[in-house]
């Protein structure tokens, strides 16, 4: 098993930034990348960011050049944050962790509740 802890989240005014960051505990060994998805009322959940054990990474098109996700790695724990600037009110969203594990089913986080005023 694997677990996400999410923080970060709040209440920011448009152009502002916010860090999330998800933190990654027991079976890490086995998890494949981890990412963050949104999701914001009435709309599916979508992609934001992925980043792979490789360190190869993945935006969606809205986010680029203003998200940025890294990773930290120890021996008991990842981390996984990501780094908005320059929030737009179409980024208000649930943002939940998530990690991709190399055989069984994925691994969410609680989710954390980001809002951008305007």
């Known amino acids: 098993q694997v677990q996400l802890v999410e923080s970060g989240g709040g209440l920011v005014q448009a152009g502002e930034s916010l860090r999330l960051s998800c933190a990654a505990s027991?079976?890490?060994?086995?998890?494949?990348?981890m990412g963050w998805y949104r999701q914001a009322p009435g709309k599916q959940r979508e992609l934001v960011a992925a980043?792979?054990?490789?360190?190869?990474?993945?935006?969606a098109d809205s986010v680029k050049g203003r998200f940025t996700i890294s990773i930290s790695r120890d021996n008991a724990k990842n981390t996984v944050y990501l780094q908005m600037n320059s929030l737009k009110p179409e980024d208000t969203a649930v943002y939940y962790c998530?990690?991709?594990?190399?055989?069984?089913?994925?691994?969410w986080g609680q989710g954390t509740q980001v809002t951008v005023s305007s």
């Open positions: 998530h990690a991709d594990p190399r055989w069984g089913s994925d691994y």
């Open positions: 980043i792979a054990s490789s360190g190869s990474t993945n935006y």
């Open positions: 027991g079976r890490i060994f086995s998890i494949n990348a």
